[in-house]
């Protein structure tokens, strides 16, 4: 496939990112339908190897530049996700996994939204996860030892990103099955997301969906009801879904996280139990 670059830009088993542990690779894709080229960081778990016969679930990250390394993040902190990764495996309380993570452009807000704004910003998010599917993943499912069926694909995002995780688990239901949104952006174009899930007549519901907030994102509380509103989103959303017949528990988390403000480090906080929901060691029925 000629819009990515299959060479490893550094030697194998050699991080090119100081802080993360293990395998990671990097790709320059540029894709045929965006026009637009950027990195694409490919975590491999303990143990891979391109000869074995394990073929592994994968999980893409939206934000990728600030997933692994703090020197790459947009905020000089990262998640330390192949920290994570590395100790919860280490523990067995998740499944090894290949992670995907996907930097983003200053196209982001464009990209990372399913419909425009009042100030027509947006709205493209249909077109990018287009192209993740039918550009990106498929060379992923070829250069690397992947399970490719929905059950074990899955979708994670914060903010922005968070919101295009939820979206992707309707627009693209039938590729992704797990879906984390932390802290999504509820409140884009008054609130469509919401509204879209709540009207939908063709409702997928994840095999797995874990959405959560943190207390002290914001204090705005237009409705005065001594809760913020990003809150009251969440909430609102959650009702929604539950009504949609998902169970919290079983294939729904949602979670106010209390204390947690809307950074990375806080993300990176919390991303552990967020894992071990969505690829549980113990999931019946299910292994690598």
């Not at 000089?76 to 067995?92: K, S, Y």
């Not at 807000?109 to 550009?135: H, W």
């Not at 204390?259 to 929901?277: I, K, N, P, Q």
Request: neutral net charge.
């Amino acid at each position: 496939m000629k819009n990515l670059d299959t060479e490893h830009l550094f030697p194998r088993g050699a991080s090119p990112l100081p802080t993360c542990p293990g395998d990671v690779r990097i790709h320059h894709w540029t894709s045929k339908s965006l026009h637009r080229r950027r990195p694409v960081v490919v975590y491999l778990p303990p143990g891979y190897n391109d000869s074995d016969p394990w073929r592994y679930p994968v999980l893409y990250v939206h934000d990728g530049q600030n997933i692994f390394d703090p020197s790459t993040s947009a905020f000089g902190v990262d998640w330390g996700l192949g920290q994570v990764i590395e100790r919860e495996m280490a523990q067995q309380r998740i499944l090894p996994m290949i992670v995907v993570a996907i930097y983003n452009t200053r196209y982001r807000i464009e990209e990372y939204t399913p419909t425009a704004d009042y100030r027509e910003r947006g709205g493209k998010a249909q077109e990018f996860l287009q192209a993740v599917v039918d550009e990106l993943k498929p060379f992923i499912d070829r250069a690397y030892h992947t399970r490719t069926d929905p059950r074990a694909t899955g979708i994670m995002g914060s903010s922005l990103g968070g919101l295009l995780a939820l979206y992707a688990s309707q627009s693209f239901g039938h590729v992704f099955h797990r879906v984390a949104a932390l802290s999504p952006s509820l409140w884009w174009s008054g609130r469509d997301m919401i509204s879209a899930i709540a009207g939908s007549t063709k409702f997928q519901a994840p095999h797995r969906l874990w959405l959560d907030m943190g207390t002290r994102e914001s204090n705005e509380d237009r409705n005065r009801n001594g809760v913020a509103d990003v809150l009251d989103d969440l909430r609102m959303l959650r009702y929604v879904l539950l009504g949609r017949g998902m169970q919290e528990g079983i294939d729904l988390h949602v979670e106010e996280v209390p204390g947690a403000s809307h950074t990375e480090a806080d993300w990176g906080r919390r991303v552990d139990r967020v894992l071990r929901f969505l690829y549980p060691r113990e999931e019946a029925g299910y292994q690598v």
